[in-house]
């Protein structure tokens, strides 16, 4: 494998012999690691779940395997799993990921994995990170005592298809203090929250619209505190997407962010292809303009 990093100028489809929705991607070191969210799993007899992928520059990509241990809860064998997040702290790593039983959206919840090695294997904490149904959680540090995790929450959430922020108590507990990101909006649905540390201010993107369709898209908003307010970032055709749907890339949407070969950022999404067989896995430079986050797809 060519361990010579690729210089990107737009978006580029990773190449893994697979869909990958959900996409989430980190740099460690001198690699970059990749997960995401894989085919239901309903009545699933397998032992492990999430693949990982590992590559060195971002072309060429090699299967580590599946890292999450099967979680052993009621109706966790016919349920389903999605959108993990990997976070590292203090010598461990935690796998932040969404789970149902028996598939009833009353009953999913973002939970949370440990691990002693980032390609695992992780074991799952035992609860659900929060009281009331959420998915797509999304963890983010501000430093070493102060962090907070972003989520959507669900059906039967006092605030459903809202985006929510709780603040830690350790890395498998929170406050439950939940409050609402965008305390003035109340949305039809709006789901992948994903923040980045600029240096003067923090940028939150979301994605919006139908994940089944071409309506799906990244939004971004901005911040100078990470529990805002935070305020959309607009153009003169309102609020700005930094994704939407282009002539080879349908629906694109929930995204992670990365820094690539020169510390610069980059955005990982998922994207249905023409045929409409898959959600696959993109990636882009996150370029700025006028002091805004855009994307050549």
Known sequence: ?????????????????????????IRIGEGYYLTGTHSTRRKSKKPSLFDMFYSRNLV??????????????????????????????????????????????????VRVAVGEQLEGPYEDSGRA???????????????????????????????MGQLLVDKFVSPVQLENKPGKVFPSETVEWEEGAFVIDSGSTFFFF???????????HVLVSKAKNILGPYERCRDKNGNCKVLKTTA??????????????????????????????????????????????????
């Open 129 to 159: 990170l929060t009281e009331q149904p959420s998915i797509d959680g999304h963890p983010f540090s501000v430093s070493e005592d102060e962090s907070y995790l972003f989520y959507t929450g669900n059906e039967g959430n006092d605030h």
């Open 60 to 109: 060429n990509w090699k299967s580590l395997g599946p890292i999450l241990k099967m979680p052993d809860y009621e109706g966790s064998r016919e349920g389903n799993f999605w959108a993990p997040e990997i976070f590292p702290y203090k010598g461990k790593y935690y796998l932040y990921y969404t789970a149902d039983s028996f598939g009833d959206p009353y009953r999913r919840f």
């Open 1 to 25: 494998m060519a361990n010579n990093p690729i210089k990107f100028e737009s978006a580029v489809k990773l190449e893994i012999g697979q869909q990958l929705p959900d996409p989430f991607c």
């Open 206 to 216: 979301s994605s919006q619209g139908n994940w089944r369709n071409e309506t799906y």
């Open 248 to 297: 080879n890339q349908f629906g694109p949407g929930h995204n992670s962010i990365f820094r690539g070969p020169d510390t610069s950022f980059f955005i990982c999404y998922h994207a249905w292809d023409k045929e409409r067989t898959g959600r696959y896995p993109w990636i882009a430079p996150l370029q700025w303009k006028e002091g805004f986050p855009y994307v050549k797809q």
